[in-house]
């Protein structure tokens, strides 16, 4: 299989990574473009990718077309390899625009598959949201689909659900690190060096993740299996809430749903 990337920006970067961790695509398979040389040659060289000249060349070579470009470039760069992209298939992880904006800028019968990803699929731990068109054959499904399997977890979802996705996938690394901070700075306040805080307060939210996938429990079944009666821990949770944490991360959620908007 071989797999070309228009566009060398971080998630592009991460999902190159992550495919190359799982073994799932060998360096010498993946061609890379990008507007500018330096953004992409040194990276390129690093992996053992293939970097061409021109997003022609990368449509020319490949199977699967990755689109990685920001939202105002995607039709030029559509209308530029439009010829090219004959025969292949098209995976989008262009934030914000449809699949049939996509059809529309290249053909109704290309067989597309729209990705949401997180940047996690860069230690193959990533969750990516999927949706595709019904001109994807089955085996182009599970081959498209399957590059992202292998780099994390896939949920199908209909695209009016890719706002919600994003805040609670892509946008939620930013959320849970600023957590593992003020977890870490917290310690700090209590004695402990920063870096030994942060490795305790990441670890713990790790396998606390972990735990709630697992257990086949709710998220609160666990909160109550840890709070001992008149504890330490019934204490620290009425603290947050009477700071408002609850409120504080939906607000959060619904206003990072308010800045996705569909490119039309």
């Not at 939202?71 to 298939?89: D, T």
């Not at 996690?120 to 731990?125: H, K, L």
Request: hydrophobic share 45%; with cysteine.
């Amino acid at each position: 299989m071989k797999v070309g990337f228009i566009g060398a920006g971080e998630m592009a970067k991460a999902i190159i990574s992550g495919l190359l961790k799982a073994n799932q695509v060998s360096g010498s398979d993946i061609y890379l473009h990008s507007a500018h040389a330096a953004s992409y040659e040194p990276f390129a060289k690093s992996k053992g990718l293939i970097p061409v000249d021109s997003n022609k060349e990368v449509a020319n070579n490949a199977d699967y077309v990755v689109l990685a470009v920001n939202p105002q470039y995607a039709p030029e760069v559509l209308q530029e390899i439009k010829k090219e992209l004959a025969g292949k298939v098209l995976i989008s992880i262009v934030g914000g625009m449809s699949i049939q904006r996509l059809e529309e800028l290249t053909d109704q019968t290309m067989p597309i598959l729209r990705v949401l990803p997180n940047v996690n699929v860069e230690i193959t731990a990533g969750m990516s949201a999927v949706h595709a068109n019904s001109q994807l054959t089955e085996a182009q499904t599970k081959e498209a689909v399957g590059l992202f399997e292998a780099i994390g977890s896939v949920s199908w979802q209909p695209e009016d659900k890719f706002s919600v996705f994003s805040a609670l996938a892509g946008s939620a690394p930013a959320f849970v690190a600023y957590f593992i901070d003020a977890m870490s700075r917290a310690g700090v306040k209590y004695g402990l060096s920063k870096a030994v805080a942060t490795e305790i307060a990441s670890k713990v939210v790790e396998g606390s993740a972990q735990l709630v996938s697992e257990s086949g429990e709710t998220p609160m079944d666990i909160v109550d299996a840890v709070s001992s009666p008149g504890g330490s821990t019934v204490r620290g949770l009425l603290a947050m809430e009477e700071a408002g944490f609850m409120t504080s991360v939906i607000k959060c959620i619904d206003a990072t749903i308010g800045q996705d908007k569909t490119v039309d």
